[in-house]
């Protein structure tokens, strides 16, 4: 079992960046695969990157092709915690932003692949 709570959100203008980071209860949390998803206003939530670990360090990520350049998803396993940079953001990256987590496997984009999910933080974009 593990508990995600998600922070670092807020209003930004177009051309900005922010660290949004995922803190992670439990243990073993090295083998928990991370992902961050979003929804914006009227639309369904959608998958924007994930990462797992491949040795204690080192990650694997994926991502989305809208953010790939734009966005970076990290973690820090010695923390409990995974991040994700975004710069250049864009109005239309403007969503509530959550955070996932499931037990073993590989990255991945789909949400039923995720059992644990974070109650998600607010980014605004202005332009």
């Known amino acids: 079992q593990v508990q995600l709570v998600e922070s670092g959100g807020g209003l930004v203008q177009a051309g900005d960046s922010l660290k949004l980071s995922c803190a992670a209860s439990?243990?073993?949390?090295?083998?928990?695969?991370m992902g961050w998803f979003r929804q914006a206003p009227g639309k369904e939530r959608e998958f924007v990157a994930s990462i797992k670990t491949i040795n204690w360090s080192t990650g694997i990520a994926l991502y989305a092709d809208f953010v790939k350049g734009r966005f970076t998803i990290s973690r820090d396993n010695a923390r409990n915690t995974a991040y994700l940079q975004m710069n250049s953001l864009k109005p239309e990256d403007t969503a509530v932003y959550y955070c996932?987590?499931?037990?073993?496997?590989?990255?991945?984009?789909?949400?039923?692949?995720?059992?644990?999910w974070g109650q998600g933080t607010q980014v605004t974009v202005s332009s």
């Open positions: 439990g243990r073993n949390f090295n083998n928990y695969v």
């Open positions: 996932a987590a499931r037990y073993g496997g590989d990255t991945s984009a789909a949400e039923s692949n995720y059992n644990y």
